[in-house]
């Protein structure tokens, strides 16, 4: 993935990158690392316990869980839909 992509999303969300690996669960937060989550393995080929290894640690589940529940926004709400793509779409250019 490029590098300089995702840090244009992490500054579009708001959310330092110590924020989204750290242990805060506050709900901006917490949406913000499930999204980082679900760009990751959307975006790249890479094993569910790698991804929780680079977002702190997290457990494979937790990557499932958070994957799954950002799947589901997109299939239900438009603009958060539009969101994403607008987020894989500033990762791609970068």
């Known amino acids: 993935m490029q ?12 959310i ?20 980082a989550i679900y760009l990751i393995s959307d975006l790249i080929s890479v094993p569910l316990v790698s991804i929780g290894d680079f977002m702190g640690g997290r457990d494979h589940s937790t990557i499932i869980h958070a994957r799954d ?3 589901d926004l997109i299939t239900t709400d438009y603009k958060f839909a539009n969101y994403i793509k607008d987020l894989t779409e500033l990762i791609k250019k970068k």
């Not at 590098?3 to 708001?14: D, H, S, T, V, W």
């Not at 924020?19 to 690392?33: M, Q, S, W």
């Open 16 to 35: 330092s990158k110590e924020d989204i690996i750290g242990k805060k669960k506050t709900k901006n937060i917490a949406e913000a690392r499930q999204i």
């Open 69 to 71: 529940k950002i799947s």
């Open 3 to 14: 590098l300089e992509g995702i840090k244009q999303a992490y500054k579009r969300m708001n």
